[in-house]
């Protein structure tokens, strides 16, 4: 199982990112898929979850609003789309994989199962 997130950059405070993260090795359909941060000297922060079949999704409330997680089964891609960013979303950004099924929110990293390589995403105020 390989998970790979890009998308990253540098972005002015109010400008917008999107981020992709492709999956590989086995069929993805029943897993949850999430996205985190961690900023410097952090612990890893929870920031979107969605089910593959895009009709659940969970998110932080810091970001509620402003990001948007989005499922494309057929290629096997999770996105991020960021928009109205703030210094404060500055981070590595990771996406992961949890192998059970069932939806409740996952706000725990420890929850996952796999963990893609992190985008930088720094925002410039």
């Known amino acids: 199982v390989q998970l790979q997130a890009s998308g990253g950059g540098l972005v002015q405070a109010g400008g917008s990112l999107r981020l992709s993260c492709a999956a590989s090795?086995?069929?993805?359909?029943?897993?949850?898929m999430g996205w985190f941060r961690q900023a410097p000297g952090k612990g890893r922060e929870f920031v979107a979850a969605i089910t593959w079949s895009g009709g659940r999704q969970d998110y932080a409330e810091s970001v509620k609003g402003r990001f948007t997680i989005s499922s494309d089964d057929a290629k096997n891609t999770v996105l991020l789309q960021m928009n109205s960013l703030k210094p404060e979303d500055t981070a590595v950004y990771y996406c992961?994989?949890?192998?059970?099924?069932?939806?409740?929110?996952?706000?725990?990293?420890?929850?996952?199962?796999?963990w893609g390589q992190g985008t930088q995403v720094t925002v410039s105020s």
């Open positions: 090795g086995r069929t993805f359909s029943s897993y949850i």
């Open positions: 992961a994989a949890d192998r059970q099924s069932m939806w409740y929110a996952r706000h725990d990293p420890n929850e996952y199962d796999y």
